[in-house]
């Protein structure tokens, strides 16, 4: 069973940057869509940032200009570079991965454990 790894996060100040990692400790083949979310203390899990298998992107509102989503094949990693950081994107911080299950209709979802965003104002 393929395992996601978050790394990356930590505490910073308003303004400043970072740069998420998610490892897959294997290759996931047909990936369909990488995701990162995100879950602020009292909130419910959002969200922000997807990159489907065609390279088309989203992004939720409050984070457009500022995150970006993108991947290392090679690497089996998905980053998310977030700059212009706010207070109000402190959060956990998780990376996912949907899959097509090969000869099925069938998706496989991968989560990662999540990595604490700190962001000072």
């Known amino acids: 069973q393929v395992q996601l790894m978050e790394s990356g996060g930590g505490l910073v100040q308003a303004g400043g940057s970072l740069r998420l990692s998610c490892a897959a400790s294997g290759s996931i083949p047909s990936i369909n869509g990488m995701y990162w979310h995100r879950q602020a203390p009292g909130k419910q899990r959002e969200l922000v940032a997807r990159l489907s298998r065609d390279g088309s992107t989203y992004y939720e509102d409050s984070v457009k200009g500022r995150f970006i989503i993108s991947r290392d094949n090679a690497k089996n990693t998905v980053y998310l570079q977030m700059s212009s950081l706010k207070a109000e994107d402190t959060a956990i911080y998780y990376c996912?991965?949907?899959?097509?299950?090969?000869?099925?209709?069938?998706?496989?979802?991968?989560w990662g454990h999540g990595t604490q965003v700190t962001v000072s104002s």
């Open positions: 996912s991965v949907v899959s097509q299950k090969v000869g099925t209709s069938a998706e496989l979802d991968y």
